[in-house]
C-alpha cells in the first residue's frame, strides 16, 4: 500500500474539505444561529463551534458532530455584514454577529459521516453567527476582501489571497518556545510551503545547527510545530513540484518524513546546501547508483526496480500530479487459471496503453495528422490525480470528494471491475492510464470497501462495493500476489526494458516517441513551460491548473535504450519480495504518515538485493568465476620484488602463469620467473619510457608500445628485436591484441588497428600492418578489444568514451561524455556486455554495450589508475598505492590491501583469478594469491 488513511483526530475538519490548493487562514470561537427559525429560538438551539476563514470559503465546524458541517463558497453569498439584533434581544449580547447571506450551503460529514456533500440551495439565507472573543472589526475586513475577490479573474483573486498570505506570514514569526533546547542556534528561517496529497500548507521553515523545524501559518494540522533532528535524518531529495525545481523530500530515522516547497530553485538549492552542509547531518548510504546493474543481474525485484525508477523521476506519494506509476502487465482477466508461461497472457510492453488496439489507434493518428503544432496523439494522460483516486477511492474518499467538487463519480464510471477497467484502458476513446504500485504490493484493502461507502448503483441496477476480482483470482490478497507473480515473471523481466524507455527513457518524447506512438500533450512534459517566467498572471494560472489536473510525464532518466535484465536462474520468493516492498518504498519514496505506521517503514532492506544472492543471480560471470575471481576477497601478497628503476607501466603474464612480463619507464622490458624467483630477461629497447605490452600466445613474442612512437616486437626465445614499426606521431599510450589484431592508440588523438598474427613455429613475424586509423579529439589515454573482436573501446583525455565497431569499417558507435577529467583505464567485461572504466574525476562506471546506457557510475573519492575485472568483481589499483576489491553487482567494497609505497600503476589477472600482478611507481611488482 502507498496511500493515504488519515490518522483519526478528535476534530473532523481537514484541509480536504476545502478545494485543492486553498489556504485555510484563521478560526474563531462562534455560536450559530440555525436558519429558519423565530430569532429567540434560533438562540435557544445555537451550536457552538468554530468558524474557519479560507481564501474560497467560510466553514463552520459544529461542536456536536451530529450537525453537519457549513460552508459558504465566497462565490455564492450575496453579502457579508455586521448584523446588528433587535434591542433587548438576548441574541447579541454575547457578542458582535456576522451575517453571511447566500444562495447555497454545503452540508458536509453530518454525524461524521464520510458521503458526497448535500449543495443546498436557500433562498436569500441569511446565517449569522456570534464571534465570542473578538470584534466584528477584527474579523470582517479580511473576510470581506475575500469576498470581493471572488469576483475577479482566477490569477487576480490569487493575487489578493498572495497578498494576504505575505501580511500573515510576516506578522507571523517562529514561536521560539518550540526549541527543543535553549542553545539551539538558529541558522535559517524562511517561509515555504508543506505538500501533502491534494493540500498546501504554507508555514515558516526554521533550520537550527540541530534541528529542523516547520510551523504552520495555521492551526488546521494537529501538530503545531513539526521537528525532525539533523542527526536522524536519512535521505534529502530533491523534488519538482509542478514542473518546477523547487521542491524538497525529508526522510528521517524514525519514520518522521516531510516535502517541502519553496519560493524558487534557487531558494530551495541555498535551503539544500545549507542543510547539508550542517555537521550533524549524515545520510545514509542507499547506494542507488548500482541499482540498475543490480536489476540486470536479478539481485533485486522488478517492483524494487520500478520503484527506484519512480524515485529518481520526482514521482512522490505526496503529491498526486506525481505519483508513482506502473504497468499493467497482463492482459488476461478472463480465464480461470493464470498461466504465466504463456506469452498471450501478456501486455506488449513495447506498447503504451494507448497503441494497444490497432482501431483505436488509428483514430489517435487521423487526429494528430490533422492537429497543429504542438501535435499530441492522446489528450489524457496515463498517470493523472483522478486516475489514482479512481483505484484508491475506497480508502481515500475525502481525496476523492476533494478532486470531485464533494461528490463520488457517477457509479458506471467508477473503479468497479479490474477486467473492465483493463477493457476500457484497450477501447475507450480517452483512457490510457497505467497502473499504481499498490497493485503488486500487500495488503489489497484498497479493493475492498471497508468503510461501507455508498457509491450508488450501476446502470444494470447493482451496487457498487468491493471491486470485482477476475476469476483467477480468490481474494484480493490472491489478487495481488498473482500480479506480483506476474511482474516478476520471467517474460515481464525480459520485456520490462521496454516499457521503461518509454515511461523513463529514450521514447518518452521526441522522434523516438512519435516512432513509438507516446505523445502526449506537451504541457505533461519537463521543460515544456518556465512558469517563473510566465508574466501574465492569467495565463499563468491557466497553465498551473492544467498541469496540476492533466497529469505530468515522469523527468526522463535514460536518452538511450535501456539495458534488458538478464535471465534469473532462480524464481524470486514473491512471498519474501511483497514483505519486503513496503521497505523499499519507505527508503526511496513513501511517507509513512500516509499508510504505515512508523515502525513498519524503518526498514531498508529491499534496496540491498536480498531477495537473490549473487549466485543465483546468474551475473554476467558469476557462474564462471569458481576460482580465484570467488575469493579475491582474502586476496594475499605472497612476494614483492624491485624489478625497474622508474614506474612500472605495464604488466602481462605468461599462459602457464609461470612468468610475468613487465615494461617501465626507465626504457626496460624485463621478464620474471614467478616459480624460480628470479629475473630472465632484461632488456632496453628504447631511449623513452615504455608505456605498454601484449604477450602473444605462444608466450615467447611480446609487442611493446613506448613514447618514442615506436611499436617493437621482441623474440624472448631468441634474445632480440624482430621488428619495429613507427606506429604514430606521438607516444604510444596504450595497446592490446586479440585474434590477429593489434590495437595501438596514442596522444596523437588517434587508435589504429592492426594486421599482427604470430603464426605457431615462426621465428620472424610479419610486420604489424596497418588496416585502420581512428580520429579522436583529443589525445587518447587508454584502448582495449572486446573477446571476439568485433568492438574496441578508447579513452580520452577530456574524459570521453568511444565505441567502435570492427564490422562495419571501424565506424563510430557511440561518444560519450562519461567523465569529466581523464579517462585513465577501459576494459571489456569478458563476455563483452559491459565496459568498466575509471577516471582522474574518481568516478569508476559501467556501460552497458548493447544500448550505451550507464548502468553504475561509483565516486570512489580515489584517482584510480588501472583495473582489471571479470564482470562481476573489480581490482582497481589507486594513485595512494591501495589494491580496492570491489563486488560491483553487491555494491559493496570487499577488502583495501596496501603494500606499494607509490601510485599502483598496472594490475594483471591470470585467466583462473588465482594470480594477481600489481606494479607501481615505487618500482616494485606484487604477486598476490587468492587462498
Request: glycine share 4%.
Amino acid at each position: 500500500m502507498a496511500f493515504a488513511r488519515r490518522e483519526t483526530h478528535h476534530e473532523r475538519f481537514s484541509l480536504l474539505l476545502l478545494d485543492p490548493g486553498e489556504i485555510y487562514f484563521e478560526d474563531y470561537s462562534v455560536f450559530y444561529y440555525p436558519v429558519g427559525l423565530k430569532l429567540e429560538e434560533a438562540y435557544d438551539r445555537r451550536q457552538r463551534g468554530h468558524l474557519k476563514v479560507c481564501s474560497n470559503s467560510l466553514l463552520f465546524d459544529p461542536q456536536d458532530t451530529s450537525y453537519p458541517i457549513l460552508r459558504f463558497l465566497f462565490r455564492d453569498c450575496t453579502s457579508i455584514y455586521k448584523w446588528m439584533p433587535p434591542l433587548m434581544s438576548k441574541v447579541g449580547q454575547e457578542g458582535d454577529i456576522l451575517s453571511v447571506d447566500t444562495k447555497q450551503v454545503i452540508e458536509m460529514k453530518e454525524g461524521n459521516v464520510i458521503a458526497p456533500y448535500n449543495f443546498r440551495k436557500v433562498s436569500a439565507a441569511e446565517f449569522r453567527f456570534t464571534l465570542n472573543y473578538v470584534s466584528s472589526n477584527d474579523v470582517l475586513p479580511q473576510i470581506v476582501k475575500l469576498f470581493e475577490a471572488s469576483s475577479l479573474l482566477k490569477a487576480e483573486r490569487n493575487q489578493i489571497v498572495q497578498s494576504i498570505v505575505k501580511a500573515r506570514q510576516a506578522r507571523v514569526t517562529f514561536n521560539t518556545g518550540s526549541l527543543d533546547s535553549l542553545y539551539e542556534k538558529i541558522i535559517l528561517e524562511t517561509t515555504g510551503d508543506r505538500i501533502t496529497p491534494l493540500v498546501c500548507t504554507p508555514g515558516r521553515i526554521v533550520l537550527t545547527d540541530s534541528r529542523l523545524y516547520f510551523q504552520p501559518f495555521n492551526n488546521a494540522d494537529p501538530v503545531p510545530v513539526h521537528k525532525v533532528k539533523l542527526s536522524e535524518i536519512i535521505r534529502i531529495i530533491k523534488r519538482r513540484f509542478l514542473l518546477q525545481h523547487v521542491g524538497l523530500e525529508i526522510y528521517s530515522s524514525d519514520g518522521f518524513h516531510i516535502y517541502l516547497v519553496l519560493g524558487s530553485e534557487s531558494e530551495r538549492n541555498g535551503f539544500y546546501k545549507l542543510l547539508m552542509g550542517q555537521p550533524d547531518v549524515h545520510l545514509e548510504d542507499t547506494e542507488q547508483e548500482n541499482l540498475t546493474l543490480k536489476w540486470q543481474n536479478g539481485l533485486i525485484s522488478n517492483y524494487d526496480y520500478l520503484m527506484f525508477l519512480n524515485s529518481m523521476a520526482d514521482r512522490s506519494f505526496n503529491d498526486l500530479t506525481q505519483y508513482p506509476v506502473f504497468p499493467w502487465v497482463i492482459s488476461d482477466y478472463n480465464s480461470d487459471q493464470l498461466d504465466l508461461t504463456n506469452p498471450a497472457t501478456f501486455r506488449d510492453l513495447s506498447k503504451p496503453i494507448g497503441a494497444m488496439t490497432e482501431a483505436r489507434l488509428e483514430q489517435f493518428q487521423l487526429r494528430y495528422q490533422e492537429m497543429p503544432d504542438p501535435k499530441f496523439l492522446y489528450g489524457s494522460h496515463y498517470s493523472t490525480p483522478g486516475y489514482v483516486l479512481f483505484y484508491l477511492v475506497r480508502i481515500a474518499p475525502e481525496y476523492m470528494l476533494c478532486l470531485q467538487n464533494g461528490r463520488f463519480d457517477q457509479a458506471d464510471r467508477l473503479f468497479n471491475h479490474i477486467g473492465e477497467t483493463w477493457t476500457n484502458c484497450l477501447y475507450g476513446n480517452a483512457d490510457v492510464k497505467e497502473l499504481i504500485p499498490e497493485f503488486y504490493s500487500l495488503p489489497g484493502d484498497f479493493l475492498f470497501n471497508s468503510q461501507n461507502l455508498d457509491f450508488g448503483c450501476r446502470q444494470d441496477r447493482s451496487k457498487v462495493d468491493n471491486v470485482l476480482l477476475p476469476p483467477w483470482a480468490s481474494s484480493a490478497d490472491d489478487f495481488i500476489v498473482k500480479m506480483r507473480q506476474a511482474l516478476e515473471c520471467e517474460y515481464v523481466s525480459q520485456h520490462l526494458h521496454e516499457w521503461i524507455d518509454l515511461i523513463f527513457g529514450f521514447r518518452q518524447r521526441g522522434e523516438e516517441a512519435v516512432k513509438a506512438n507516446n505523445v502526449f500533450y506537451y504541457l505533461t512534459y519537463e521543460g515544456a513551460v518556465d512558469l517563473a517566467s510566465v508574466q501574465d498572471p492569467n495565463e499563468r494560472a491557466s497553465l498551473e491548473v492544467q498541469v496540476a489536473e492533466f497529469g505530468q510525464t515522469p523527468k526522463q532518466l535514460f536518452t538511450l535504450p535501456h539495458p534488458s535484465r538478464k535471465t534469473i536462474s532462480a524464481p524470486v520468493d514473491i512471498e519474501k519480495a511483497l514483505r519486503m516492498s513496503a521497505d523499499l518504498a519507505a527508503e526511496l519514496n513513501h511517507s509513512p504518515s500516509l499508510t504505515r505506521s512508523a515502525a513498519e517503514t524503518r526498514s531498508h532492506a529491499s534496496a540491498t538485493g536480498e531477495e537473490l544472492t549473487a549466485d543465483q543471480a546468474g551475473g554476467a560471470s558469476r557462474g564462471e568465476a569458481v576460482s580465484g575471481w570467488s575469493r579475491m576477497d582474502r586476496l594475499k601478497c605472497v612476494r614483492t620484488e624491485k624489478l625497474h628503476r622508474e614506474t612500472i607501466t605495464s604488466l602481462a603474464l605468461s599462459c602457464d602463469t609461470k612468468s610475468v612480463f613487465s615494461v617501465s619507464q626507465d626504457c626496460t622490458l624485463k621478464v620474471y620467473s614467478i616459480e624460480d624467483q628470479q629475473q630472465l630477461r632484461s632488456i632496453n629497447l628504447s631511449a623513452m619510457a615504455l608505456s605498454s605490452l601484449a604477450v602473444m600466445p605462444d608466450d615467447k613474442t611480446v609487442v611493446v608500445g613506448s613514447w618514442d612512437n615506436n611499436v617493437y616486437v621482441y623474440s624472448v626465445e631468441y634474445g632480440h628485436t624482430l621488428c619495429t614499426a613507427t606506429a604514430h606521431d606521438d607516444a604510444v599510450s596504450s595497446l592490446c591484441w586479440s585474434n590477429k589484431y593489434l590495437i595501438t592508440s596514442s596522444w596523437d588523438s588517434t587508435v589504429k588497428v592492426w594486421n599482427f598474427n604470430v603464426s605457431p613455429g615462426s621465428r620472424r613475424p610479419a610486420p604489424p600492418e596497418l588496416l585502420a586509423e581512428l580520429d579522436h579529439d583529443t589525445q587518447v589515454s587508454c584502448v582495449d578489444v572486446n573477446s571476439s573482436t568485433t568492438l574496441i573501446v578508447s579513452g580520452t583525455t577530456d574524459g570521453t568514451l568511444n565505441l567502435w565497431d570492427m564490422e562495419n569499417d571501424n565506424a563510430l558507435l557511440h561518444q560519450l561524455p562519461l567523465h569529466v577529467d581523464a579517462i585513465n583505464c577501459v576494459k571489456f567485461s569478458p563476455d563483452g556486455n559491459r565496459i568498466l572504466s575509471c577516471g582522474a574525476d574518481h568516478f569508476m562506471r559501467v556501460l552497458d554495450v548493447a544500448t550505451a546506457t550507464e548502468v553504475y557510475a561509483k565516486d570512489t573519492r580515489e584517482n584510480l589508475k588501472c583495473i582489471a575485472w571479470n564482470g562481476d568483481i573489480i581490482l582497481a589499483g589507486s594513485e595512494s598505492g591501495s589494491l580496492f576489491v570491489w563486488d560491483l553487482i553487491q555494491g559493496s567494497p570487499l577488502a583495501t590491501l596496501n603494500v606499494h609505497k607509490g601510485t599502483l600503476s598496472c594490475i594483471v589477472v591470470s585467466e583462473d583469478g588465482n594470480t594477481v600482478v600489481t606494479g607501481s611507481e615505487d618500482r616494485n611488482i606484487a604477486i598476490w594469491r587468492s587462498s
